[in-house]
T-cell receptor
Framework: QKEVEQNSGPLSVPEGAIASLNCTYS??????FFWYRQYSGKSPELIMSIYSNGDKEDGRFTAQLNKASQYVSLLIRDSQPSDSATYLC??????????????FGTGTQLKVEL | EPEVTQTPSHQVTQMGQEVILRCVPI?????FYWYRQILGQKVEFLVSFYNNEISEKSEIFDDQFSVERPDGSNFTLKIRSTKLEDSAMYFC?????????????????FGPGTRLTVL
């Protein structure tokens, strides 16, 4: 059973539009949620973290968390061609018993078109 | 801005040979990790390391793998006898801490990776 699920895409949006990326997770005790951006051939780059229900905004990025639905999302406003990348959802399963490892989804490829 | 560094960027080796991948975590970070990503697949956890010992490891991290912090700055991953299926990108990451204290301290920052090719 997969622990972190993402639609692999590609998700295509026009420049200037809002991109919406979604992630679901299976372990209800998960406490910490992260979005990483990964350009092709590069390493994951942390862009957002979220720990409590609701929205968290940072510039053009908004992370949304709904623990009851086991759902986390990332909105990218005013999408730019430079946002074209694979977005990885990562979950820290548990706070103590789950240790400190991150469990990643397969990522959603985002393409921002001119 | 401090960052995690890794060497080499690319390592080519013959099956059965030993390789050592090197990482320099962010200087004030206390937790260190290795992850790997096989081409086209997701990032997978290998091992975490704290206070000079392994704190957690995955099923992938078998007896062929070992980690070490040989001095105050380097963190290494050794693969004793490489297999074809070990070919992957290996990422080192570090975090300031892990746990409830200050949540943002859990954030893990990744190095640029070492591409390991086993022939």
């Amino acid at each position: 059973q997969k622990e972190v699920e993402q639609n692999s895409g590609p998700l295509s949006v026009p420049e200037g539009a809002i991109a919406s990326l979604n992630c679901t997770y299976s372990d209800r005790v998960s406490q910490s949620f992260f979005w990483y951006r990964q350009y092709s051939g590069k390493s994951p780059e942390l862009i957002m973290s979220i720990y409590s229900n609701g929205d968290k905004e940072d510039g053009r990025f908004t992370a949304q968390l709904n623990k009851a639905s086991q759902y986390v999302s990332l909105l990218i406003r005013d999408s730019q061609p430079s946002d074209s990348a694979t977005y990885l959802c990562a979950v820290k399963l548990g706070l103590t018993g789950g240790g400190n490892k991150l469990t990643f989804g397969t990522g959603t490829q985002l393409k921002v078109e001119l | 801005e401090p960052e995690v560094t890794q060497t080499p960027s690319h390592q080519v080796t013959q099956m059965g040979q030993e390789v050592i991948l090197r990482c320099v975590p962010i200087s004030n970070h206390l937790y260190f990790y290795w992850y790997r990503q096989i081409l086209g697949q997701k990032v997978e956890f290998l091992v975490s390391f704290y206070n000079n010992e392994i704190s957690e490891k995955s099923e992938i991290f078998d007896d062929q793998f070992s980690v070490e912090r040989p001095d105050g700055s380097n963190f290494t991953l050794k693969i004793r006898s490489t297999k074809l299926e070990d070919s992957a990108m290996y990422f080192c990451a570090s975090s300031l801490t892990s746990g409830r204290a200050v949540l943002s301290y859990n954030e893990q920052f990744f190095g640029p990776g070492t591409r390991l090719t086993v022939l």
